[in-house]
Structure formats: C-alpha cells, structure tokens
C-alpha cells in the first residue's frame, strides 16, 4: 500500500454497517469523493442487489418504497406502502 491509497474504502466506497432492512450497505468514501450536497453523505447504498429495478422489487415486497437521494441516489428513507408486491420480478426478466 502506497501514501496515496485510501484505507477507508473498496473503490471509492466504505461499508456502513448492516442495516436492519436493506442489509449490508456502503456509503461513499469521504475520503476520496466529496460529500453529497444533497443528502449530507446520509445516503446508504445497499450491496445485496443488481439493480435499481430489483431492489424496488424487493422492497415493494416487503411493503416498503424507498426515497432516494436526487444527486447520488443514495437511499435515504423508507416509507411504508399500503400495497405490498407480493411477485417479485427476477433480475433476467426485465
């Protein structure tokens, strides 16, 4: 490891613990990338899913919708839904 590598993070983000929904998430790493002007760096990013889509899926089956934040799409709420998915559609299907 060199002076100029950061020892805080994998690819600019550092892992933030385990939330009780979303599971493991990272946040970007301060040290390496500004702070986010639009959520403060409060935004989590969730390491379970592929993508967008699918992590909308999910939550939408556990009867949650996740707010996320405009300018790093950082998830920074979930709000309950009173309609719950219960089918949720695989990664390969759209």
């Known amino acids: 490891m060199t002076d100029d590598d950061c020892r805080f993070c994998i690819e600019a983000n550092m ?31 969730p390491s379970d899913f592929t993508c967008l889509t699918c992590f909308r899926n999910r939550m939408a089956a556990v009867g949650l919708i996740p707010v996320l934040c405009a300018h790093c799409l950082g998830v920074i709420d979930l709000y309950p839904t009173p309609h719950r998915r219960t089918e949720v559609t695989s990664h390969d299907q759209h």
């Not at 892992?15 to 946040?27: E, F, K, N, T």
Request: net charge negative; proline share 13%.
């Open 15 to 45: 892992p933030a613990g385990i939330h009780d929904v979303l599971g493991p998430v990272y946040r970007p790493c301060p040290e390496c990338l500004d702070i986010c002007g639009g959520c403060d760096g409060d935004g989590l990013f």
